[in-house]
Structure formats: C-alpha cells, structure tokens
C-alpha cells in the first residue's frame, strides 16, 4: 500500500502550524470554551456548564485544564467558602480572539440556515 501524499517529509514540515493549531484545539469543547470567556471576559466553572449543553463535568474539567496549560487560559482560584474558581483569558487567548471572530463570520455566511440573525450584532467582541 503506498503512502499518502500528506505522509512525505516535505508534507509534513510544511503542515506543522496547521497540525500545532489542531493539537491545542481539537478537544470538542475548545473553541466555545474560548468563545464564552472571550465573550464574556471572565467565566466560573458553573456558567460554562450551563453554557455548554452537553458536556460532562469531567469534559469540562479536562478542555480546560488543557487549554491552561497551552496558555490560553488563566485560572484564578478564590480561597474562600464555597471556593470559587474564575477562567479568563491569556494574552495568548486574547490573540487569538480575531480568530475566533472570523471563524463566528465564516460560520454565519456559510453554515448558519438563511434568515438567521445573530444574536451578537455586528460587533461581535469588544476585545476584537
């Protein structure tokens, strides 16, 4: 069986950035996770649940533990009872946030059904 033409040396150093994108932001939960804080500016563990229909707490707890240690994340731990933990973006995240913005654009003209209005307006973040 002969190899993919993606599988050459030459492939492969040329996909690195788009394969470094993927590996830090492929879990399923990722860009919405990034999306709601960038939004938001600041997200406690509860209003990500609440947020993300669908996705377990150990999921959650997971992505963004993972998207801490990339450095997208910063994690603010509040010693008091109950603790309360806050998520809010790097300046890694913040850079990325343009990004995200495109692919929101990208989405509504190529994905989203006709008709649809988006609940964001046109200016979708202020950190853009």
């Known amino acids: 069986m ?5 599988q050459t040396q030459d492939m492969i150093a040329r996909c690195v950035p788009m394969a470094s994108v993927q ?7 990722k860009i919405l996770i990034l999306w709601y ?3 938001y500016r ?7 649940m609440r947020r ?7 999921s959650l707890t997971k992505q963004l533990r993972e998207l801490e240690r990339d ?22 995240g913040r850079s990325f946030v343009p990004v995200l913005v495109q692919m929101m ?10 008709g649809y209005v988006s609940p964001y307006g046109d200016d979708i973040l202020p950190l853009e």
Not at 23 to 29: F, R, S
Not at 105 to 114: D, G, Q, Y
Request: hydrophobic letters at 40%; proline letters at 7%.
């Open 23 to 29: 590996a830090v932001l492929g879990g399923k939960w």
């Open 105 to 114: 654009r990208w989405s509504e003209a190529h994905l989203c059904p006709p």
């Open 71 to 92: 450095g997208f994340l910063h994690r603010e731990i509040y010693r008091e009872i109950p603790p309360k933990v806050e998520y809010s973006l790097t300046e890694l």
């Open 42 to 48: 600041v997200q406690r563990f509860g209003q990500l």
């Open 52 to 58: 993300l229909d669908g996705i377990t707490q150990s």
């Open 2 to 6: 002969s190899g993919n033409k993606f």
């Open 37 to 39: 804080v960038a939004l």
